[in-house]
């Protein structure tokens, strides 16, 4: 058994963790729960040897062990996956995957047999289909996951922490990856799972302990919780009854011609005749497992991916934006669920993120005096409810939910026509995705269209007017009214409709 207690953690003025205890008993897999900067993180990084506690014990047995270092961590057999992968992009898969771990002979020379044999034996057990003598920097992300993932487990520890492992992965993986995890737990490893996806909790974990504010606010068993449970742990307040539609009503009366009519669309090799309208005022949802061609409609629009065949109708007129930035100069914007890579200019003032947009939409000799671009900021932060220490802070320093907002509140502050949004709230807490979702309502409501693709269907089902469903680069069904349900969506994802390519929807839409 291992266990945090009392753990105390401090970034100058900031508390990460106060006194919060945790066990983690063998055999066993606990939810460690919280919204964005509530101190799930940190809690994993002590554990890892990233951080350092100020104050608190850990132990293992019930012998106080100190964990200063990596090297520390590993000693006492703890393994991390990471959300942002650990692996050398330019070293190859054996090399990662046993890095400071090679199998010696007994000349005291690397047995690149038994690396091999070892290295194939782990990715069958994944089911990862790569070379293992591939560079991790030529294979896909979700792919990287998982060997980050099997890392993790073949260092053979005692107790394994996953840190939003499943957040890059697509629906296949998912499953390869739980049945590998109930194996681990059969096994007798105690293991320590982070997530924002709530259904994952309830299909996987046996404990769940949720942080608010650094604390721990609840701790038991999960057959003990509800989802509404966990929300209220996690927020403070109890979810409301009512759903996004509810909310809106939305009425498709006197609607008129579409804001955007695309029609047949064609990106090779991933998007094949798909069809899509989008009202004034309208949420419309774009759902379909990882992978099935969304982000490249999404980007197709936006003038990021080259359109093979089809047509594009904005505003009443036929275009073709050959870049975002034309795109953009006409009115669409565009909220990316990486934030890393597209979205956030990190290691810059909070300031200076939100006023990018304005000023990048202006023409070239645009200008934002600093009092002029703090105000701009201040008064998105007031609005969207944006959690930050100070204007002048760099991006990075916000946690992740509140990043999220902060490029939302910058396209919204740009006031498009259009605004799409691909996976805008992976990896984000379920309190400021409902922050998000209300963000995106009240947009619509003052007569923006909204178009928003998003991996977990479950998610626009709360507050899409209209949801499309992917299925293998087609439109496999058009979801309204009475047919926006969890069975409808789930069969159309699975290319369960009456022809598996959507020509009957993309005619009724």
Not at 15 to 28: E, F, I, R
Not at 316 to 329: L, M, Q
Not at 341 to 360: C, D, H, L, Q, Y
Request: net charge negative; hydrophobic share 40%.
């Amino acid at each position: 058994m291992i266990e945090l207690r009392e753990i105390e953690k401090r970034f100058d003025a900031v508390v990460a963790l106060n006194k919060a205890s945790m066990t983690a008993s063998p055999g066993k897999i606990s939810a460690l729960l919280g919204s964005n900067g509530s101190g799930k993180s940190t809690m994993i990084k002590i554990l890892a040897g990233v951080y350092g506690a100020d104050k608190g014990q850990i132990l293992v047995d019930d012998k106080p062990i100190t964990i200063s270092s990596g090297r520390d961590s590993r000693k006492h057999a703890i393994a991390t996956a990471f959300q942002e992968r650990s692996l050398i992009p330019s070293m190859s898969v054996v090399d990662n995957l046993l890095l400071g771990d090679l199998p010696i002979n007994k000349f005291g020379i690397v047995d690149r047999k038994k690396a091999r044999h070892l290295i194939l034996e782990t990715l069958e057990r994944f089911n990862i289909d790569c070379d293992p003598d591939a560079y991790v920097q030529t294979l896909m992300p979700s792919t990287q996951t998982m060997l980050e993932m099997a890392k993790a487990v073949l260092q053979k520890p005692r107790l394994l922490l996953l840190d939003e492992v499943t957040a890059p992965l697509h629906y296949d993986e998912i499953q390869v990856l739980f049945k590998v995890i109930r194996e681990l737990k059969a096994e007798g490893m105690a293991i320590i799972y982070v997530t924002h996806r709530m259904n994952e909790v309830f299909e996987l974990c046996d404990t769940v302990t949720v942080l608010r504010g650094g604390e721990v606010v609840s701790d038991g068993l999960t057959s003990n919780l509800t989802l509404d449970d966990i929300v209220y742990h996690m927020t403070g307040k109890r979810p409301e009854s009512h759903g996004g539609h509810e909310a809106r009503s939305y009425t498709f009366e006197n609607k008129g011609e579409p804001l955007l009519d695309a029609r047949d669309l064609e990106v090779y090799p991933n998007v094949w005749d798909v069809s899509v309208k989008a009202y004034k005022g309208e949420i419309v949802g774009i759902a379909g497992l990882q992978g099935q061609g969304q982000s490249e409609f999404m980007r197709a629009m936006l003038g990021a991916e080259e359109i093979s065949n089809g047509t594009i109708t904005f505003k009443g007129e036929k275009v073709t934006f050959k870049s975002p930035t034309k795109a953009v100069k006409n009115g669409l914007g565009f909220v990316s669920g990486d934030r890393g890579k597209e979205a956030i200019f990190a290691t810059r003032p909070i300031s200076e993120n939100i006023g990018a947009g304005k000023v990048a939409k202006g023409n070239i000799a645009a200008y934002m005096t600093p009092k002029s671009m703090n105000r701009f900021a201040q008064d998105a932060v007031e609005k969207y409810n944006i959690k930050i220490g100070n204007l002048r802070d760099m991006a990075n320093t916000l946690s992740g939910g509140n990043q999220q907002k902060l490029v939302i509140a910058r396209w919204i502050a740009m006031n498009p026509d259009l605004l799409l949004l691909d996976d805008p709230t992976k990896g984000v807490d379920i309190h400021s995705r409902q922050e998000i979702h209300k963000i995106l309502q009240q947009c619509a409501s003052d007569g923006m269209t909204v178009i928003v693709s998003s991996s977990e269907h479950e998610e626009l089902l709360q507050f899409a007017d209209r949801i499309y469903v992917f299925y293998e680069g087609y439109v496999s069904d058009m979801l309204e009214g009475e047919r926006l349900s969890d069975e409808h969506v789930v069969a159309a994802m699975m290319g369960l409709t009456q022809d598996g390519k959507g020509e009957d929807a993309n005619e009724s839409n």
